[in-house]
Nanobody, 123 residues
Framework: QVQLVESGGELVQAGGSLRLSCAIS????????LGWFRQAPGKEREFVAA????????NYADSVKGRFTIARDNAKNTVYLEMNSLKPEDTAVYYC????????????????WGQGTQVTVSS
């Protein structure tokens, strides 16, 4: 069974950086993409970034483009989210999930969600 475990979230000051990791166990057969989403209190879960598992092309939400970078290490079955120039509005629980279709920005197209990791950006 595929399981995803996020890590790396913590409290950081505005302007700082963090790197989140998503460790995948149980194999990667049938993966089309790995995506990162986030959910702030009282808000819906929103798309952050995704990476195609085989070809490696990426897709970003406009709100993080130029600040966040998604990358994968196929040998380690791990996906990373490098976050720079963090803002208080980036505060949220960050989740990774498996995408099995070319529709990258819709949470409903993803499964095998991890438990999430909390990122808090102080002003």
């Amino acid at each position: 069974q595929v399981q995803l475990v996020e890590s790396g979230g913590e409290l950081v000051q505005a302007g700082g950086s963090l790197r989140l990791s998503c460790a995948i166990s149980g194999g990667t057969f049938g993966f089309y993409a790995l995506g990162w989403f986030r959910q702030a209190p009282g808000k819906e879960r929103e798309f952050v970034a995704a990476i195609n598992w085989s070809a490696g092309y990426t897709n970003y939400a406009d709100s993080v483009k130029g600040r966040f970078t998604i990358a994968r290490d196929n040998a380690k079955n791990t996906v990373y989210l490098e976050m720079n120039s963090l803002k208080p509005e980036d505060t949220a629980v960050y989740y990774c999930a498996v995408g099995r279709s070319y529709v990258l920005r819709e949470a409903a197209q993803y499964g095998n969600w991890g438990q999430g990791t909390q990122v808090t950006v102080s002003s």
